[in-house]
């Protein structure tokens, strides 16, 4: 499954998608095939703006399959809200949250989300 993601100055997510070993490109370039989104949150439960920048057509957004949220526990209730707001307006499940790069225990269960995500939607679309 491709991965689409957006990372900022700390790059958290950005090292995380690397540990993944998917093929993955930023949001920016645009969703051009069925892809998991994995998207960091930025205050107030929002999604940054250049993720809604590059969802505005439709055809990108109908790509987004699922979500995997990123964030800080610090947080609190708005830890990965973000994440869950943006799966909520495109209607696509959360299939996974983790804190800033992620551990070694993160990599190894996001796989594993994505795996059984996957072979669901493949059985969905037989
Ligand atoms: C200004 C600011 C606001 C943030 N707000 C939230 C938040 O509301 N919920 C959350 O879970 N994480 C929040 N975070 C944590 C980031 O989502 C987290 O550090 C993430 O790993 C950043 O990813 P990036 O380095 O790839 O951009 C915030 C971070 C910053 C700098």
Known sequence: ????????????????VAKLGLPATRIEAGVPEPSIAIIPTY?????????????????????????????????????CAGARKLATKLGVPVIYEFELQGTPEDVREALAAIDTFTTELAKETA
């Open 1 to 16: 499954m491709h991965i689409v993601y957006y990372s900022n100055v700390t790059k958290n997510t950005e090292r995380f």
């Open 43 to 79: 205050g107030d439960a929002a999604v940054p703006v250049v993720v809604l920048k590059a969802l505005k057509d439709k055809a990108d957004r109908d790509n987004i399959v699922a979500i995997i949220g990123a964030g800080n526990m610090n947080f609190g209730r708005n830890y």
